[in-house]
């Protein structure tokens, strides 16, 4: 007994070298489960045991008589059992004889002795489950175990604010797997009421720690990538070089609100870094001088099959830039590089103003008078709060009802008010952050393409874009890349090995009527890290290529057939539908020869 007891002081410390954060993935939770358990617990178990202890040894020792009269006395098993028995409340009876009074008096002190036990044990059981240290190691171990279930790839979303929470239900809507952390337990607990598709695991913990990271599948195999989307730029970074130094293999993408906050994130190699407001700033000015390339993002980042948003055509002429914080700095510096003449309207006395500004609020008329608002051609409504966007465009449009509107909405349940305020283009930094971020995740060759086809201008935007509204017949495209290897593409790298040419037009082929081709183009083809934009179909295919495609939605299932059927491929490459399975091609040969 004393050495059960040495044990369970033992087990009741924590080692130094044990300490529950520092075991690896799901360990970690469940050590500190036990630990914490056999702490909080050591007390009580060890009135429990001495009470047991105390009772079976006092029941051996007091002798009873047995049917004939003669003596007799439990031995420890027979004691054992009788206590358990009796300290339960089940209550057998006096077994095997009938007890002496001694017996009697001695059982109805264990009885006592064994409930208040019991009743203390119990007690301290049901604080431990409410306690809060407890119920987070709980969930920190429940949470490892469905990382740890996960059987399919996933990325790990660090954030579910507005942008995490888009970005989630984007993933989910394209059979992507998600893991999420937040800080926030009430907003991560609206993961389980949303019809998603797909079971998220998530966790209220920071989402700055190592251990955390570790817990949701940083090291694990199937782990593609971490997302630090808090929009906290301390804590986006952190998580950035947390993921870049335990497991450097990851795709890295975080989001960054400061231009030093990028520059940092850069520094350390973070694969895509995200400035929502440079790029609405970016867009702005593309959407002024080359408004085709602007569709063309706004069409390959959307989700496939919607109505194809109406086209974006910002006029030229003098701007007023309302609100000179981050967003509306980045829209200045880009109106401003792009030659169109702009004017800002300021309320902060401290804030750095461009040459020009007007001091004053832009909710009222009197500054976007001095602004110029009567002869202005656009003014953008690019304050922090939503309310005070509304009351800039609402007060504009008094003033100049001909006046192009674009209006900041900081939180996504205000969108509806601000589509029925009339606003012409509606800018969400949210779902900027979103389509950026889906892209590098889902088909990275997009962001690739995007970037190469700005190079190349209006001129050679326009005619793509209305290949694309024909080709999808008004809706937007769905978009895709494969590889030309052997888990993506068997059939075709089964031809090209065989020494047949296969083409790209070819592979495009419709497998109903060869004749004809499936709603599909090619936008980028990726060769020995050359990029060659829109290939021609008369290109001959080589394993390794890695194609970029958009095409109406339902198309790559149509060419996934093809890519993994060598019958229905020989079928589009000469016209023939060959035999199926081994007797059939051997037959089919003999009658050749």
């Known amino acids: 007994m004393s050495l059960l007891l040495l044990w369970m002081r033992r087990l009741g410390r924590r080692p130094a070298g044990m300490m529950g954060g520092e075991a690896p993935g799901g360990e970690a939770g469940v050590n500190s489960i036990v630990f914490l358990f056999l702490r909080r617990m050591r007390t009580p178990l060890l009135v429990l045991i001495a009470v047991y202890t105390v009772s079976i040894i006092g029941l051996i020792l007091i002798p009873g008589v047995d049917a004939e009269g003669r003596p007799w006395r439990f031995d420890l098993f027979h004691a054992f059992y009788f206590i358990s028995y009796t300290g339960s409340t089940i209550g057998f009876g006096e077994l095997p004889y009938a007890f002496t009074p001694a017996q009697r008096l001695w059982v109805t002190v264990t009885i006592y002795l064994t409930v208040i036990g019991w009743l203390y044990a119990v007690g301290n059981i049901l604080a431990l489950v409410q306690d809060p240290a407890f119920q987070r190691a709980l969930a920190e171990s429940r949470f490892a175990a469905r990382v740890r ?9 660090c954030g579910y604010g507005q942008s995490g929470s888009l970005l989630v239900r984007a993933l989910c809507r394209r059979g992507v797997q998600p893991v999420v952390l937040d800080a926030d337990g009430e907003r991560l607990a609206r993961l389980e009421l949303e019809d998603l598709g797909i079971d998220v695991p998530w966790l ?9 990271l570790r817990l949701a599948g ?16 301390a804590i986006d970074v952190k998580v950035a070089i947390t993921a870049r130094l335990l497991n450097p293999r990851l795709l890295v993408v975080a989001r960054a609100e400061h231009a030093a906050t990028a520059a940092n994130l850069r520094s350390f190699e973070t694969q895509d870094v995200v400035d929502p407001y440079a790029t609405f700033g970016e867009h702005l000015a593309m959407a002024l001088d080359e408004p085709s390339l602007h569709m063309l993002y706004e069409y390959l980042v959307r989700m496939p099959g919607l109505p194809l948003p109406a086209r974006v055509a910002p006029p030229r002429g003098h701007w007023i830039v309302c609100g000179y914080g981050r967003f509306g700095r980045a829209a200045y510096q880009h109106l401003s590089a792009a030659g169109v003449p702009v004017t800002v309207i300021e309320e902060s006395e401290a ?70 305020a009339g606003v012409d283009l509606l800018i ?8 950026r971020v889906l892209g590098e995740l889902t088909v990275p060759l997009v962001n690739r393409f995007l970037t190469l086809a700005q190079r190349r201008g209006e001129d050679w935007a326009r005619p793509l874009l209305a290949r694309l509204e024909d080709l999808c017949a008004g809706c937007t495209p769905d978009t895709w890349e494969i590889a030309l290897d052997a888990r993506q593409a068997p059939a075709v790298v089964a031809q090209l090995l065989a020494g047949r040419t296969v083409r790209l037009g070819e592979l495009l082929r419709d497998a109903q009527n060869r004749v004809e081709s499936m709603p599909v183009m090619t936008l980028l083809l990726l060769r020995a890290g050359c990029e060659t934009l829109l290939p021609g179909e008369d290109l ?54």
Do not use: M
């Open 149 to 157: 279930g996960l059987g399919t790839p996933f990325y790990i979303i």
């Open 204 to 212: 209220a913990a920071g989402i700055d720690e190592a251990r955390i």
């Open 218 to 233: 940083l090291l694990n195999p199937r782990c593609l990538g971490v997302v630090a989307i808090s929009s906290v730029d």
């Open 351 to 420: 804030t750095a103003l461009p040459a020009g500004s007007v001091l004053g609020r832009a909710t009222e008329a009197e500054p976007l008078r001095n602004a110029g608002v009567h002869s202005a051609i656009g003014l953008i409504a690019g304050t922090d709060s939503d309310s005070d966007n509304l009351s800039i465009v609402y007060t504009a449009r008094l003033l100049n009802p001909q006046l192009y509107v674009v209006g900041r909405v900081n939180r996504i349940a205000e969108e509806e008010l601000f589509t029925a």
């Open 428 to 435: 969400a930094p949210h779902r900027l952050v979103v389509w």
């Open 540 to 593: 001959p295919l080589i394993v390794g290529d890695r194609l970029l495609f958009a095409g109406r939605a339902g198309s790559e299932n149509r060419l996934d057939w093809t890519l993994g059927s060598v019958k229905t491929l020989e079928y589009l490459l000469d016209g023939v539908e060959h035999p199926d399975g081994y007797v059939w091609r051997w037959l089919a040969r003999r009658r050749g020869d």
